[in-house]
């Protein structure tokens, strides 16, 4: 099953569910999302269309039954931006402050070049200041 939604936000979802067939005979569903509009080496236009791409992604993720994967083409930009958010966006809630420069360090000592550029960092908190 799969679907395109354009939300309001100029930014449009591709969301797609698949059923897998584990050995045994029990099912797994994987739900994917897809931020169409997503510059590579870019940002996406508006900060609060990264926002609610987020909103609806956690819509669907409050009780996975497995774990949460992101991925871009190279594993770092995109998929660097989008954890940075997620987990400022906790920061924020838990202790009412956030340290993006903190974040996007910390990220790098796991995986180097994640948040690739300044233009990056300054979109990331483009967004939380936008919340």
Same mark, same amino acid.
């Given at each position: &099953? %799969?679907? /395109?939604? @354009?939300?309001?936000?100029?930014?449009?979802?591709?969301?797609?569910?698949? &059923?897998? &067939?584990?050995?045994?005979? !029990?099912?797994? @569903?994987?739900?994917?999302?897809?931020?169409? #509009?997503?510059?590579?080496?870019?940002?996406?236009? $508006?900060? =609060?269309?990264?926002?609610?791409?987020? *909103?609806? +992604?956690?819509?669907? %993720?409050? %009780?996975?039954?497995?774990?949460? /994967?992101?991925?871009?083409?190279?594993?770092?930009?995109? =998929?660097?931006? +989008?954890?940075?958010?997620? $987990?400022?966006?906790?920061?924020? *809630?838990?202790?009412? *402050? /956030?340290?993006?420069?903190?974040?996007?360090?910390?990220?790098? =000592? !796991?995986?180097?070049? &994640?948040?690739?550029?300044?233009?990056?960092?300054? $979109?990331? %908190?483009?967004?939380? #200041?936008?919340?």
């Amino acid at each position: &099953m %799969s679907s /395109v939604t @354009a939300l309001p936000c100029y930014f449009s979802v591709a969301e797609q569910l698949w &059923m897998l &067939m584990l050995q045994g005979g !029990s099912t797994l @569903a994987v739900q994917q999302f897809h931020f169409t #509009t997503w510059p590579d080496h870019g940002v996406p236009l $508006y900060p =609060t269309s990264l926002l609610a791409f987020h *909103k609806k +992604f956690r819509g669907c %993720s409050d %009780s996975p039954s497995g774990p949460t /994967v992101i991925h871009c083409s190279a594993g770092v930009g995109r =998929t660097g931006t +989008f954890i940075a958010l997620d $987990y400022l966006l906790d920061q924020a *809630k838990a202790e009412h *402050k /956030v340290d993006v420069f903190g974040c996007v360090c910390q990220m790098r =000592t !796991s995986r180097v070049n &994640m948040v690739q550029t300044e233009v990056i960092i300054v $979109y990331i %908190s483009s967004i939380l #200041t936008a919340c």
